[in-house]
């Protein structure tokens, strides 16, 4: 009996040790409590943003007090550097019967001799390659590819020496050219991807009914059903959707050939909605990708896989994996950090709708008295779908049919066809080979309206840096890998 009362005593202590031992937390609970309250919430926030802001001027304070250290450790260096080169000139003093004062004279101990004839062996092959980076860096400067004349915002064709620049040094320097080690790479990597092509019935369905509205309008343009101005019309939205595929989307954004003021940038955007080929990165992206891989299955308008489909049956189906992985791979930020571009991928639809449709058609019925079905039929369906076949020659007959002046290796070719209906884009073999010359041929504005409209902009300011090839490695290119049909330009006679 004594033993279960004392068992039950225990019991009863321990319970109450362990009460007092969860009640213990209860002021603690309540102070957390307290602490979740929106006044203490924003006082621990304001005290954790002053302890931040102090560790963030001790860890300032301390970079900055390294750099100073690493400043002044060059500058002690160089000091040093500079008075032991001097030290030579007082060691050519003659040693001899000198005494005790020669002895401990400036540079007369043997070990400091040799001290110093160390250090400048040491520095020998430095200085030498100082003066051979100089020289290399300035023979760069000299055979420089590009030169930018900073008074006329424009860029001039610097004097080179054939013999010191090769082909292949400036083919590196120019932007988007095609990279052949990656290229045989894709080609092995490719036949080992499980590929089908998969139609996209969408577009079939979209491009089909576009078609027919077109023969539509071009049966009312063949029968002179519309009235002249809208043949006028019909041409110069041809014109402008060209421009802002060809002067914007290609020339300006893609290969960034030159730079163009806000104003000229607007109005190639506005330009490029009127022919309705995507928005201007999405665009730039696929042509990255076809003259970084031209040929491969990165190359979104492939020619190996028929001409058709280098076309438009490229629209038509699902793009390659390769396509894909490899334009994830392209740097865009330029394209990106440009708030006209960006502008426009934002409200892209209602653009086009307005611009590529609505004003086309609504101008001739209002200004002068247009049929709205002519006006829709022609002006709008007919002449952006002859933008859109223009356009897209470009990407087959100009890898088709043609010569090859500047290097036979390749698939583009020269087409004056595609030259003269896509105003200036057709000499593709000079365009692959010298991707960034913002003129993409030799020829004149009278077959290359882009580069007029390029110039003129030029000539009032409102484009600048414009690159462009110089003769002399043009015409070397031309000798060395070329098929023969070369005809260099004939300078004019002063």
Same mark, same amino acid.
């Given at each position: 009996m004594e033993g279960q009362i004392k068992r039950h005593s225990e019991t009863r202590r321990s319970i109450r040790t362990g009460r007092e031992r969860e009640e213990r937390p209860v002021s603690s609970m309540v102070d957390m409590t307290a602490m979740n309250s929106p006044l203490m919430r924003r006082i621990e926030r304001k005290r954790r943003d002053d302890e931040e802001k102090v560790i963030f001027r001790r860890e300032d304070e301390e970079k900055k007090r390294r750099e100073e250290g690493r400043q002044h450790r060059i500058q002690r260096s160089s000091h040093v550097h500079a008075s032991k080169m001097k030290q030579p000139t007082q060691m050519r003093i003659p040693r001899r019967n000198m005494g005790e004062e020669g002895k401990n004279g400036v540079g007369t101990s043997r070990p400091e001799r040799n001290e110093v004839h160390g250090t400048i062996r040491n520095e020998v092959p430095r200085l030498l390659e100082r003066v051979d980076k100089k020289e290399k860096d300035a023979q760069e400067r000299r055979t420089s590819l590009f030169s930018t004349n900073r008074y006329h915002e424009m860029t001039v064709r610097t004097k080179m020496a054939p013999a010191e620049v090769s082909v292949k040094k400036i083919d590196e320097k120019q932007f988007l050219t095609a990279e052949e080690s990656e290229i045989s790479r894709l080609d092995e990597e490719a036949k080992k991807i499980p590929y089908k092509t998969k139609v996209v019935w969408k577009n079939v369905a979209l491009f089909t009914a576009l078609h027919f509205g077109a023969l539509l309008g071009l049966y009312q343009l063949l029968t002179f059903q519309p009235k002249w101005q809208?043949?006028?019309? !019909?041409?110069?939205?041809?014109?402008?959707?060209?421009?802002?595929? !060809?002067?914007?989307?290609?020339?300006?954004?893609?290969?960034?050939a030159y730079k163009a003021r806000l104003p000229v940038r607007i109005f190639l955007m506005f330009a490029n909605c009127v022919a309705l080929q995507n928005d201007i990165i999405e665009w730039c992206r696929d042509h990255r990708c076809h003259h970084k891989w031209t040929d491969t299955h990165a190359d979104p308008h492939n020619t190996k896989r028929g001409f058709f489909f280098s076309h438009m049956g490229w629209l038509l189906v699902r793009k390659h994996p390769q396509v894909k992985s490899q334009g994830t791979k392209l740097d865009l930020s330029d394209l990106y950090a440009d708030p006209v571009c960006m502008w426009q991928r934002h409200n892209y639809v209602p653009l086009v709708f307005v611009f590529c449709f609505l004003l086309p058609a609504a101008i001739p019925v209002y200004l002068w008295g247009e049929s709205a079905f002519i006006a829709f039929y022609v002006c709008s369906l007919l002449r952006y779908t002859f933008t859109l076949h223009a356009t897209w020659c470009v990407n087959s007959v100009a890898h088709w049919i043609g010569a090859k002046p500047y290097d036979i290796t390749i698939s583009p070719v020269q087409s004056l066809t595609t030259t003269v209906i896509a105003i200036g884009e057709g000499f593709h073999n000079y365009h692959h080979v010298f991707p960034q010359d913002y003129r993409t041929s030799e020829s004149n504005w009278k077959l290359n309206w882009t580069k007029g409209f390029i110039d003129i902009c030029a000539a009032v300011g409102l484009v600048y840096d414009r690159k462009e090839v110089a003769d002399e490695v043009i015409s070397r290119q031309a000798a060395t890998h070329g098929d023969g049909h070369y005809e260099p330009k004939k300078v004019k006679s002063h």
């Open positions: 809208s043949y006028v019309w !019909t041409f110069v939205l041809h014109v402008i959707g060209g421009l802002g595929i !060809t002067a914007g989307a290609h020339r300006l954004w893609a290969h960034r």
